[in-house]
């Protein structure tokens, strides 16, 4: 069993709409939560980052993490096509951990 | 700022030739760097990560090695490649205090 998973998609959408991403995972020791977006051809980057159980929000974007039941989320309100790309979640043992562990991600695109 | 530089983009090698990667981080002292390798289709995988100068950890057992010689330069080395190493290989940073990675643009590599 992956320590991560992820359902790889794609995920195809209208503009607008609004996205909800999904991970599990399966250390109950993860403490640390991100969200990568990666575009095509291009290293992933940092979009949103949770620690423990809780939601997080940065302007369209809105991370929530649920320890209970080991279940990671991302949502993407009014969805552009400027954010098609591939979502990677990410889970850590401790803060700056040497071992970042990914999910699958799952590839997005926003149609216009 | 922080940069990352990570060389060459792409590059295509035989079967059997040697391979050096090259990562540079700017800016910063004494960073944690990673390599990761993102085969197509599949997710991050953690290859070798550095703590210090001459400090190198390996995740996964394989034709590949890494080496820090300097503080902020982090090589990806291999004497002899395999069909199987073609993927896009990731260099990334962070601090050991700080949460999640920077990565580099990253290289394809293909294998001949």
């Known amino acids: 069993q992956k320590e991560v998973e992820q359902d790889p998609g794609p995920l195809s959408v209208p503009e607008g709409a609004i996205v909800s991403l999904n991970c599990t995972y399966s250390n109950s020791a993860f403490q640390y939560f991100m969200w990568y977006r990666q575009y095509s051809r291009k290293g992933p980057e940092l979009l949103m980052y949770t620690y423990s159980s809780g939601n997080k929000e940065d302007g369209r974007f809105t991370a929530q993490v649920d320890k209970s039941s080991k279940y990671i989320s991302l949502f993407i309100r009014d969805s552009q096509p400027s954010d098609s790309a591939t979502y990677l979640c990410?889970?850590?043992?401790?803060?700056?951990?040497?071992?970042?562990?990914f999910g699958q991600g799952t590839r997005l695109t926003i149609n216009p | 700022s922080q940069t990352i530089h990570q060389w060459p983009a792409t590059l295509v090698q035989p079967v059997g030739s040697p391979l050096s990667l090259e990562c540079t981080v700017e800016g910063t002292s004494n960073p944690n760097l990673y390599w990761y390798r993102q085969a197509a289709g599949r997710g991050l995988q953690l290859l070798f990560y550095s703590v210090g100068i001459g400090q190198i950890s390996s995740e996964v057992p394989q034709n590949l090695s890494a080496s820090r010689p300097q503080d902020r330069q982090f090589i990806l080395s291999s004497k002899k490649l395999l069909l199987s190493d073609s993927g896009f290989y990731l260099c990334a940073w962070s601090w050991a205090s700080n949460y999640g990675y920077t990565f580099g643009s990253g290289t394809r590599l293909t294998i001949v």
């Open positions: 990410a889970s850590s043992l401790i803060q700056g951990a040497q071992k970042l562990v």
